[in-house]
């Protein structure tokens, strides 16, 4: 067969991936490009921009990217870094010393990573902020709440440490971040669709954009508005295409923008005080300044993702990068990257030996009827070379509770307390199973652990309360 003969193919097999992944997950329209050997050798749009009036996707269609733009945060940082201006492991009272004397020490690594334990300037409902919407009343009152966690200790993801970056920025470089950007970023690479759609993301009329839809729980689709405060827009707000942010990750890797020590240092996941890395799942299971990391043995990965909506992701040692952009909040691309590159990585196909880690845990786990799980899990994790995620590992328990297994229960949350022990909510899944079991004193010992390490859970209060009362009746 010919080089262009497989070329087709190949081309083929994206096209029926993405058209099936479109279907199952209600996406109305995808701009798709891929990179590889530092050339673009796909870029393709379908279905529709606007569900409203009928409009399709092309490749000019801008699309709302949300978090994604932290990526540009991140590199904005880093070559504030090369200009000795500061460093990664800076405190961030020395860059800002109005913010609150408990927040100090705190560092420009641990804001990028989610690792800060900063209280969060949203509110947990959408992208709606703590006070009324008010953003220099929600900046005064997120700086008046305490610190949720240990700096350092787990991953939960904060918008707040983003904005702190964003007023870094602005001082360091006497100018608006968001026109930093612009200048050593979109501009140098030559992102003009990117750079006139600026940071508003859907408050401003912008030429060409694609509306944003979210599935309601009847299964039919509804039309996203919302908007970002400027101060947080070092978080989310901007708009791409697909062929853009190509050209970025080609520059990126090219050095356009930084340097070798700089790039590395930009996909360098943080390291927990426990020695793990963490993120939002054993896939995404590091985060570094402002990219997320797929750390495995083969086909390592690095990736930015927005409003579950868009994935940029770039596996270095293989000179491949995909973007995938939608319109649909919750679509995921992120959860079937891997399957695109599977058709340019052939040895990552399932059917070729390539295998989930959890499955396999899960799998050896009940052979061995969870027992010895440490080594289970050391195994597991040497073989692939990953850290598994904190959130699957206590998911993987209810599941178990659910099958009413609860002594195999036991062992999976007992198991996330010694890999995670400086997380309250591995001990207070322990207490809540082994309270089912009515093994209330062992209970009553998970939730004290759970005080330990925050003092103001109110839930474990109430749940030490009671099992005392139940222990007294005994």
Do not use: C
Request: proline share 4%; charged share 20%; glycine share 6%.
């Amino acid at each position: 067969m010919s080089s262009v003969g497989a070329k087709v193919t190949q081309a083929d097999e994206v096209d029926d991936l993405i058209k099936t992944k479109m279907i199952e997950r209600s996406i109305p329209g995808l701009q798709l490009a891929i990179v590889k050997n530092g050339k673009m050798i796909k870029s393709q749009s379908y279905g529709e921009a606007n569900l409203q009036h009928s409009v399709k996707v092309t490749n000019e269609t801008v699309f709302p990217i949300n978090s994604m733009t932290k990526l540009f945060t991140g590199v904005a940082i880093m070559q504030l870094v090369e200009q000795g201006k500061l460093t990664l492991d800076d405190p961030i009272g020395a860059h800002l010393p109005q913010l609150p004397t408990t927040w100090h020490h705190l560092t420009i690594k641990q804001l990028f990573s989610h690792t800060s334990g900063l209280p969060n300037i949203l509110s947990g409902r959408n992208i709606d902020l703590i006070a009324n919407n008010d953003p220099q009343a929600a900046w005064t009152l997120v700086q008046q709440k305490p610190l949720k966690f240990k700096a350092n200790s787990q991953f939960q993801y904060n918008q707040t440490g983003y904005v702190i970056l964003g007023k870094i920025i602005n001082k360091l470089t006497n100018q608006d971040f968001t026109q930093f950007i612009t200048d050593n970023q979109l501009t140098k690479v030559g992102m003009p669709l990117t750079e006139g759609a600026g940071f508003a993301y859907l408050e401003d009329v912008i030429p060409n954009q694609a509306n944003q839809y979210t599935l309601r729980r009847n299964g039919e689709l509804r039309t996203v508005y919302g908007e970002f405060a400027p101060l947080m827009r070092t978080a989310a707000g901007m708009s791409a295409t697909a062929n853009e942010l190509a050209l970025y990750s080609i520059a990126l890797q090219k050095g356009v923008l930084l340097n070798n020590a700089s790039l590395k240092a930009l996909w360098t996941p943080n390291t927990l005080n426990s020695g793990r890395t963490a993120g939002f799942s054993t896939f995404e299971n590091g985060y570094a300044i402002g990219w997320q990391v797929e750390k495995r043995k083969i086909h390592r990965g690095v990736s930015a993702s927005g409003g579950d909506a868009n994935t940029l992701i770039i596996y270095p040692e293989d000179d491949l990068s995909i973007v995938v952009l939608t319109n649909r909040l919750g679509a995921l691309p992120i959860q079937f990257v891997d399957e695109i590159a599977s058709i340019y990585l052939t040895d990552m196909k399932l059917k070729n030996g390539w295998k989930d880690p959890v499955n396999v845990l899960k799998k050896q786990a009940q052979a061995h009827e969870y027992k010895s799980m440490l080594d289970i899990v050391n195994r597991v994790e040497n073989n692939f070379g990953i850290y598994l995620n904190v959130g699957e590992i206590n998911q993987w328990g209810y599941e178990l509770v659910n099958q009413n297994n609860i002594e195999a229960a036991i062992a999976v949350f007992k198991l996330n307390t010694a890999l995670n022990p400086e997380i309250a909510n591995t001990f207070d899944s322990l207490g809540e199973a082994y309270g089912m079991n009515k093994q209330y004193k062992k209970s009553l010992e998970n939730y004290q652990k759970v005080l330990m390490i925050n003092p103001e859970n109110q839930w474990a209060k109430k749940q030490i309360e009671a099992l005392k009362d139940t222990l007294k009746k005994g």
